[in-house]
């Protein structure tokens, strides 16, 4: 049996898991990790979805309209590995994808002209959802008759911490960025 060394309580907000700082939303060299596990040591990790659970199975796209996007990215973590350091580059190799048992569905969602938008928001102004509900590799939805399709759950995000010197960095070009006020996303050369 895999050993589990972040488990989630899905009925329960990020704020309120069973372990104090056990989701996250950045990389940070400043948060503390929750586990620690050894080279090559197979474990499993369990997480929310990005919103933190504030996308619920039912027919009600209200939760996609006022969704909290100053609360998104959940992360699970982070995790130690022993003997790694700032800078070092780890090989991860995910074996299996699953939704938590009991959870085994997932959405498609168009967030509201006024909250988040899309880039086809134009099309779609208001906030609307279909859930989908997983059959092994097959995903069918109520809001969507008809449709099926084979499909694989993604891992969402995963990623090192920088190091204290390589943050610095990262904030001192960003505020030189927001200090030129040219609103660009990429430095003036």
Not at 45 to 56: A, K, N, P, Y
Not at 143 to 148: A, N, Q, T, V
Request: glycine share 8%.
């Amino acid at each position: 049996m895999v050993k589990t060394i972040i488990s989630v309580d899905v009925k329960k907000s990020v704020r309120n898991q069973p372990i104090p700082g056990l989701l996250h939303n950045r990389w940070h060299p400043d948060i503390p990790a929750v586990a620690t596990v050894a080279e090559n040591e197979v474990f499993r990790v369990e997480c929310l979805d990005w919103t933190g659970g504030q996308i619920r199975n039912d027919d009600d796209a209200r939760d996609i309209l006022e969704v909290d996007l100053s609360q998104i990215h959940n992360l699970s973590g982070p995790i130690a590995v022993e003997g790694a350091e700032p800078g070092d580059a780890l090989e991860v190799e995910i074996l299996e994808i699953q939704p938590l048992n009991g959870e085994e569905w997932g959405y498609t969602g168009i967030f509201d002209k006024d909250n988040g938008a899309s880039f086809l928001h134009d099309l779609f102004p208001k906030a609307t959802k279909a859930i989908w509900d997983f059959h092994g590799i097959y995903a069918t939805s109520r809001h969507l008759p008809g449709i099926k399709f084979a499909g694989l759950i993604h891992p969402g995000i995963l990623g090192t911490a920088p190091s204290r010197e390589l943050l610095d960095t990262w904030n001192k070009r960003e505020q030189e960025i927001i200090d030129s006020s040219n609103n660009s996303c990429f430095p003036s050369k």
